[in-house]
Structure formats: structure tokens, C-alpha cells
């Protein structure tokens, strides 16, 4: 089965700098890895899709990374607000559409 | 449109008692699954469906049973809980066979098990 590494310490960092979460994996590389916001007593919510086919993906502030050579992942946020103060959750696929195996987050605090 | 909708949003129960999870979601989705939140520990799938009558084993699927009888409903039940079960657990949804699959989540339901 997929092994996901995420930083379980909170990141914290200053309003208008870049953050940089990490998702590592062991074992098969994914077809797509997708990352998701958590808010506190919330559900998860989906930002990000990226195919193992390509390098980098952009929305808006956000944008993701996918090595697959080194199996492992970025997110960035550019020009970070204390409104993206949240946890983030990576997840991959298991290849054939079925499921995703998600890490268990990085907590991000961006402070004014 | 609702999206994925959970009932109840919270419940106590003794061990060794009984309760069924509803999750519902009307986006006319395929894929319907089951999670388990802990701290530190990340979502972990109970189980899931791909369909309208089919059930399947996720990760974590022990001292938990599901059945899909509608296409929009998808039930989880605890037949004698356990103290083990404590935790939120997350309904999803995702459309089939579109791509990407993301999934929709429903807000959560905090159950505690004494």
C-alpha cells in the first residue's frame, strides 16, 4: 500500500511570504496526486489536481509540483494571507480510479 | 445544490451500542466512500462504493458495515462500538468515470464512544 509523508509540524510563517508543504511517497508513483484545505471542524475541500505526467500546476497563488523521479511533491502559496491558515492534505490515487490514500497534513499558520 | 450532506453532526454513544451514519449527496456522483479522521493520523478509508449496490473494503473497514441501496445514499453502521471508534468520520463523493475524480466532502461527524 501507499505510504505518504507529510511535515506534521505546523508551518508558520509571515503574511506575503511563500509557503512550501511537502508530500513525499513510497512505493508506486500515482497516476495524479491532488491537494486538499482543511479548516478546522470542516471537511476537506479540493484545490489542486496534478498528473504524473506533468511538472508543475498553477491556480491563481497556488501552485504544484510533481517529481516523480523523486517521488514527492510541492505546494506553494504565494503572497500568503492569515487567510490561508488551514491544513493542507495531499492524496494519490491507487492507479486504477478508485480510491485516494491521503497523508496526514501539514497545519499552515500565516500570521499578519 | 446541497453537495454531500451528514447526519447526524454529532453523537455519544456506550459501548457496545449500535447507530448507522447517513451520508447523502445530490450530484448524482458514482463513487461514494467512508473516512475516518484521527489526530495525526490523517483520513484513513473505512470503506467505499463505485456504485449503486456495490460495497468494498477500504484500509480501516473492521467493526464497520456499509450499504449503497440508493444511488445518492450511502449508510455506515457500527454494530457494537467501541471505544476504538471514537473520531470524525468524513463521507465523500466523486463522479465516475469523469476526470479528475475529485472527491466532495461532507462537513463531518463527531462521534464518541465511552
Known amino acids: 500500500s501507499q505510504k505518504i509523508e507529510q511535515n506534521s509540524e505546523a508551518l508558520n510563517i509571515q503574511e506575503g511570504k511563500t509557503a512550501t508543504l511537502t508530500c513525499n511517497y513510497t512505493?508506486?508513483?500515482?497516476?495524479?496526486l491532488q491537494w486538499y484545505r482543511q479548516d478546522p471542524g470542516r471537511g476537506p475541500v479540493f484545490l489542486l489536481l496534478?498528473?504524473?505526467?506533468?511538472k508543475e500546476k498553477r491556480k491563481e497563488r497556488l501552485k504544484v509540483t510533481f517529481d516523480t523521479t523523486l517521488k514527492q511533491s510541492l505546494f506553494h502559496i504565494t503572497a500568503s494571507q492569515p487567510a490561508d491558515s488551514a491544513t493542507y492534505l495531499c492524496?494519490?490515487?491507487?492507479?486504477?480510479?478508485?480510491?485516494?490514500?491521503f497523508g496526514g497534513g501539514t497545519r499552515l499558520m500565516v500570521k499578519p | 445544490n446541497a453537495g454531500v450532506t451528514q447526519t447526524p453532526k454529532f453523537r455519544v454513544l456506550k459501548t457496545g451500542q449500535s447507530m448507522t451514519l447517513l451520508c447523502a449527496q445530490d450530484?448524482?456522483?458514482?463513487?461514494m466512500y467512508w473516512y475516518r479522521q484521527d489526530p495525526g493520523m490523517g483520513l484513513r478509508l473505512i470503506h467505499y462504493?463505485?456504485?449503486?449496490?456495490?460495497?468494498a473494503k477500504g484500509e480501516v473497514p473492521d467493526g464497520y458495515n456499509v450499504s449503497r441501496l440508493k444511488k445518492q445514499n450511502f449508510l455506515l453502521g457500527l454494530e457494537s462500538a467501541a471505544p476504538s471508534q471514537t473520531s470524525v468520520y468524513f463521507c465523500?463523493?466523486?463522479?465516475?468515470?469523469?476526470?479528475?475524480?475529485?472527491?466532495?466532502f461532507g462537513p463531518g461527524t463527531r462521534l464518541t464512544v465511552l
Open positions: 496534478i498528473r504524473e505526467n506533468e
Open positions: 462504493s463505485v456504485g449503486e449496490g456495490t460495497t
Open positions: 512505493n508506486y508513483s500515482p497516476a495524479y
Open positions: 492524496a494519490l490515487d491507487d492507479n486504477a480510479g478508485n480510491m485516494l490514500t
Open positions: 450530484m448524482n456522483h458514482e463513487y
Open positions: 465523500a463523493s466523486a463522479d465516475w468515470p469523469g476526470y479528475p475524480n475529485e472527491q466532495f
